[in-house]
């Protein structure tokens, strides 16, 4: 932990309150607490509290859609396969890790190619007269870049909730249906509950590194339209001059996301307490 986060973050937090080499436009870190300027750190909180505001709400309606149809989406299959998967389990598996052994660059160019104004959505779309002409998904829709993003990390999601669903006990569930429930109720008072702290963990892990996601939007979009907080980072990143703000806009977004951070653990060592 203090190799691999705590010198790392230092550093981090040493750069957002340092300054700038005069000559190369480089980032100076200072290591040294008393020694410390808010120069930078005054005036990017400007921009976040006016400026950048049009992105924080954006990034966050983003993230909350895309972890929502995620959810939905991996709860089902994973709920699938660990219920009714039987012989095919181990097939079942070996295509849920496959997107792991595709460069995630890849994937994305691939619903480039799919989404481009000729390519094979639009030619479906116009074919089945869903669309009168192609749509240019690319040119800073919304719906690509939460596309994007659902597609990106789905498989993420669907691994832990997986493995959770996979190691209820059964004679629990049927104790739900003896006592007269349907396999509706069963599945809504019975399995949705004992799961929660899977939903939860899968959550964190799924919506924590979209927040700081910028290729699929520069991939998929590459609007003003649709800039995302990771956005950014990245173009506080490439900007001359700019590290200390960059490393500023790190620190805010640690920030923000200590607050779910914190309520998975809450809930987690509240249910570690009440087995």
Known sequence: ????????FYVVVSIAFGTVDPVFQSPLPVYEPWF??????????????????????????????ASAVCLVIAYAVAYYVARFGGKRKGLFLTLLIAPFFISYLMRMLSWVELLQPNGYVNSVLTFLHITPHPINWLAGVPFTVVLGLVYGYIPYMILPLYGFLDRIDQSQVEAGRDLGANPFWTFVRVTLPLSKPAILASLVIVTLPMFGDYYTNNLLSGSPKTTMFGNLLDNSMEATGQGPEAAILVLFLVVFLMIPMLYYMRQTAKAQRHQ
């Open 1 to 8: 932990m203090v190799a691999l986060f705590a010198l790392p």
């Open 36 to 65: 410390w300027t808010k120069t930078y750190l005054l005036g990017e909180w400007h921009f976040i509290i006016g400026e950048f505001r049009v992105v924080e709400v954006r990034t966050i309606v983003y993230v909350v859609l």
